[in-house]
């Protein structure tokens, strides 16, 4: 068996025969960690790779950084050191990041070896130890030596509270909840209520951390939590420094139902929601009003987000996209995003409404196309271009939403969408102008040519949607929706994704309220339940869907009611395989299926997974 590579990368070397420390004795060496040993070699432009040393990893005693304030005449000023047989290697990292990187994988590779108990944090020159002053170059070493897990079982400091939490290794920002003194010259002090970034929690007690000032060093895991989940600091809706007074005037100079931030609370590490509304409070409070909304965390380990209890999230992100669609014990649903600084000129509104409103002299409408569930949908000609112009039938939709939702519509754009071109809300009925495409909806598409579809071309199509849905799921935007009759086939066959995000805006009580038009049979057992959308539940819809394609266009549990499915669902039975459906297809199937909206897969993966069936 080859041996594992570990670490790879461009590091310096000292030259371990010259005495003096010219920058000349300095090298730039190409270092590579395998599972074996430490080697080093030359690499020149043009030239082959010339090997200059190698240490076996059992030869190796101790590998610890150097702490030293001598200059370092070299690029790399991040010294650590190996010590094999009689032999000091010390080796320059660019950063400490880097440094740390090495030490913890050399130490961890060499976590066996008999070790020294002993070492010499700082380096040897000019004839003596400059930690101890010794003169011997093989004097014991002056401090002690903790190889590779041994720092995690060094004591930990007292508990400073018992509600310590931290989750999953990918939420990187943690706030100290008490001061900590560095105890090593490893550690790095901690400063209560400040924040940190996580370089390594791998190590059961002792996490590496980098501070504001970039001084990297082990703290105690029990003396951080982890701040409110993951980064949100890049989020539109994040307001860092606004305080309640500045939020309340921000919101209410934009006077729009459901205008909302997030901002600091006054507490460290704790986030407020701040929401405008104009609706009467049941107490007679007046409006129109601000409304605050502490986001809460559950006691959990794994703490759950929280605004309303009930709608548990596992990060703030997930929180707002939640609310974004659904009130859900908010006052309002949040609607629009304000941030400080976004305030636009009334003109500046007016132009960006012209983008999408669609001036009626540049459409020309034909023949039907259809009928949906908003109205008829007729062909037509726009600016040159074929499109399709949704009509819609007066009471069927909640214009005022739909007209406020329009301008994120059109900017959710993807090649595997069906496309808003604008929208006519001049006249009634209010037109909505899409991209046409040719084939029509793909349940209808697959029903009409039963049996001449091929399997590869079932298969490009579940790609199409899901390339769609994971643009969509990146863009937090649920589509809520997702069946085959609504998506549509273009010319050239490709499928694209219609009508995201739409039902939002029905009227119509059937189709809301669980009653014979809400789509049951595409729906999750969470959206069946409790109204929770997510990108998970389109998930699941997206398994019924590729259901659909591989049926041919079959209608799912065919002689089934609602009520019938739901408790079949409940049962734990699935949709079985369709005779056409290759048995890897129907796995994917299920695990859209599963019961618990984290266990399934996100778009991304499966776009891949079905790109690697497709050989894509
Ligand atoms: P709704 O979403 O309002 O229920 P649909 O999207 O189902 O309406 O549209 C009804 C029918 O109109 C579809 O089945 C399809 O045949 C046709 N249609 C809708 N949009 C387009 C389009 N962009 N291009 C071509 N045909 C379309």
């Known amino acids: 068996m080859y041996p594992r590579v570990i670490l790879k990368g461009i590091l310096y070397k000292k030259s371990q025969q010259k005495r003096r420390t010219s920058p000349c004795n300095y090298k730039e060496r190409y270092f590579v960690l395998n599972t074996e040993d430490l080697t080093y070699s030359e690499?020149?432009?043009?030239?082959?790779?010339?090997?200059?040393?190698?240490?076996?990893?059992?030869?190796?005693?101790?590998?610890?950084?150097?702490?030293?304030?001598?200059?370092?005449?070299?690029?790399?000023?991040?010294?650590?050191?190996?010590?094999?047989?009689s032999y000091h290697l010390y080796v320059f990292a660019p950063d400490n990041d880097c440094r740390l990187k090495w030490v913890r994988a050399l130490k961890e590779e060499t976590k066996c070896n008999n070790l020294e108990?002993?070492?010499?944090?700082?380096?040897?020159?000019?004839?003596?130890?400059?930690?101890?002053?010794?003169?011997?170059?093989?004097?014991?070493?002056?401090?002690?030596?903790?190889?590779?897990?041994?720092?995690?079982?060094?004591?930990?400091?007292?508990?400073?509270?018992?509600?310590?939490?931290?989750?999953?290794?990918?939420?990187?920002?943690?706030?100290?909840?008490?001061?900590?003194?560095?105890?090593?010259?490893?550690?790095?002090?901690?400063?209560?209520?400040?924040?940190?970034?996580?370089?390594?929690?791998?190590?059961?007690?002792?996490?590496?951390?980098?501070?504001?000032?970039?001084?990297?060093?082990?703290?105690?895991?029990?003396?951080?939590?982890?701040?409110?989940?993951?980064?949100?600091?890049h989020f539109e809706w994040y307001n860092k420094n606004v305080t309640r007074t500045e939020a309340e005037e921000l919101l209410t100079a934009v006077d729009k139902e459901g205008a909302f931030m997030v901002r600091d609370s006054r507490h460290a590490g704790v986030y407020t929601v701040s929401v405008f509304t104009k609706a009467p409070g049941s107490n007679g409070e007046k409006y129109p009003r601000v409304k605050h909304y502490k986001i809460r965390e559950t006691e959990d380990e794994e703490p759950k987000y929280y605004l309303a209890e009930k709608y548990l999230f596992s990060s703030i992100p997930e929180l707002i996209?939640?609310?974004?669609?659904?009130?859900?014990?908010?006052?309002?649903?949040?609607?629009?995003?304000?941030?400080?600084?976004?305030?636009?000129?009334?003109?500046?509104?007016?132009?960006?409404?012209?983008?999408?409103?669609?001036?009626?002299?540049?459409?020309?409408?034909?023949?039907?196309?259809?009928?949906?569930?908003?109205?008829l949908v007729l062909q037509g000609l726009y600016r040159g271009e074929k499109v399709a112009v949704k009509t819609i039938r007066e009471g069927a939709m909640s214009e005022e939403e739909f007209k406020e939702e329009a301008r994120v519509m059109m900017k959710v754009s993807h090649p595997k969408l069906v496309r808003l071109y604008g929208v006519c809300t001049q006249q009634s009925p209010m037109y909505l102008v899409f991209e046409f495409l040719k084939n029509g909806c793909l349940a209808e598409y697959l029903r009409s040519r039963k049996g001449s579809v091929s399997q590869e071309t079932f298969l490009g199509m579940c790609l199409d949607v899901s390339e769609a849905m994971a643009y969509l799921e990146s863009s937090?935007?649920?589509?809520?929706?997702?069946?085959?009759?609504?998506?549509?086939?273009?010319?050239?066959?490709?499928?694209?994704?219609?009508?995201?995000?739409?039902?939002?805006?029905?009227?119509d009580d059937q189709y809301t309220s669980y009653t014979s038009k809400f789509p049951v049979k595409w729906s999750s057992p969470e959206v069946i339940r409790y109204n929770k959308f997510s990108s998970?539940?389109?998930?699941?819809?997206?398994?019924v869907l590729m259901w659909e394609v591989y049926s041919e266009g079959r209608l799912p549990y065919e002689c089934r009611t609602n009520g019938e499915v739901v408790e079949s669902l409940n049962a734990g039975l699935r949709l079985l395989k369709p005779r056409l459906c290759p048995e890897p297809v129907y796995q994917l199937m299920q695990w859209c299926w599963k019961e618990k909206p984290e266990d399934r897969p996100s778009f991304v993966l499966l776009f891949h997974e079905l790109a690697s069936l497709a050989d894509i």
């Not at 509270?161 to 920002?173: D, K, M």
């Not at 996209?321 to 509104?349: D, F, M, W």
């Not at 998970?536 to 398994?543: L, M, Q």
């Open 536 to 543: 998970k539940s389109d998930v699941w819809s997206f398994g």
């Open 321 to 375: 996209t939640y609310h974004q669609h659904n009130a859900a014990g908010l006052i309002t649903r949040l609607r629009h995003c304000v941030s400080q600084g976004q305030g636009k000129s009334p003109r500046i509104e007016e132009l960006e409404s012209e983008e999408w409103e669609i001036d009626m002299e540049d459409l020309t409408l034909g023949e039907e196309l259809g009928s949906g569930q908003f109205g």
């Open 117 to 233: 108990k002993n070492y010499h944090p700082d380096f040897w020159g000019e004839g003596k130890w400059r930690c101890c002053n010794r003169t011997d170059k093989l004097a014991t070493g002056c401090s002690d030596y903790y190889p590779s897990g041994c720092a995690s079982k060094k004591p930990l400091p007292p508990t400073p509270n018992a509600e310590r939490r931290f989750s999953s290794q990918e939420l990187r920002i943690v706030v100290a909840m008490k001061n900590f003194i560095p105890q090593e010259f490893t550690d790095i002090a901690l400063h209560k209520d400040e924040e940190y970034t996580v370089i390594d929690c791998s190590e059961p007690n002792w996490w590496t951390v980098r501070d504001k000032h970039g001084h990297v060093g082990t703290v105690p895991c029990i003396y951080v939590k982890e701040k409110l989940s993951n980064n949100i600091e």
């Open 43 to 85: 690499r020149r432009p043009g030239k082959k790779p010339v090997l200059k040393g190698c240490i076996e990893l059992s030869r190796i005693k101790c590998v610890e950084t150097v702490r030293s304030d001598l200059p370092i005449p070299c690029e790399y000023k991040y010294p650590f050191q190996v010590v094999y047989d």
């Open 476 to 507: 937090n935007f649920i589509h809520r929706d997702l069946a085959a009759r609504n998506c549509l086939v273009s010319e050239d066959l490709v499928v694209k994704v219609s009508d995201f995000g739409m039902t939002r805006f029905v009227l």
